[in-house]
């Protein structure tokens, strides 16, 4: 059960059905990278962190000033335009592509501060990449581009190592040109 209300911060979890690794490739990254960033605009949500994989995704944003409510809506419609597409392209129609979303509404500084931090290191702690500025469908490149030193410096004193995130995922990256 989702219970979205009033305006807030907010960690969202999406994972494939049954965890299959459906954007495995870095054309399909790229479409749901950019669908999940088009559609956050679209509904007026400011995404602060992000990381898209073969078999889930995370993202921090801050809901519209309307409130959260119309956080199903947009994630329906990214998953609806995002199974459409790649069961195409699968030559598989009517497949089940995606099963469900988490969230979490972030209330405390540090708790928010710490679970940044994780989105941003996310593809190192699967194993993807050793820094996390070079996985390309995260958030971790446009920090290192554009935050200060301290600013690094603050977010990442945050450890990770018990932040409480549903994650039992193993994605997998077949880097293609």
Known sequence: MHLLG????????????????RFRENGRLEV????????AEEFGWRLEAWAV????????????DEGAENLSEMLGK???????????????????VWYNFRETQLTFEKAYLARLNYVHRNAVKHCL???PA??????AGWLARNASVAQRATLE????????????????????A
Not at 32 to 39: D, I, N, P
Not at 85 to 91: F, S
Request: some cysteine.
């Open 6 to 21: 009033g305006t807030g911060v907010y960690l969202v979890t999406a994972g494939t059905y049954l965890k299959a690794h």
């Open 32 to 39: 749901l990278h950019r669908g999940l960033l088009a559609v």
């Open 53 to 64: 994989f073969s078999n889930h995704y995370h993202f921090i944003g801050a809901s519209p």
């Open 78 to 96: 990214l998953h609806m335009r995002t199974a459409e597409w790649i069961n195409k392209l699968d030559q598989a129609p009517g497949r089940k």
């Open 129 to 131: 990449v050793t820094e």
């Open 134 to 139: 070079d996985y390309p469908w995260c958030s």
């Open 157 to 176: 004193s945050f450890p990770i190592d018990r932040v409480k995130v549903y994650d039992e995922f193993s994605p997998v990256w077949t880097a293609t």
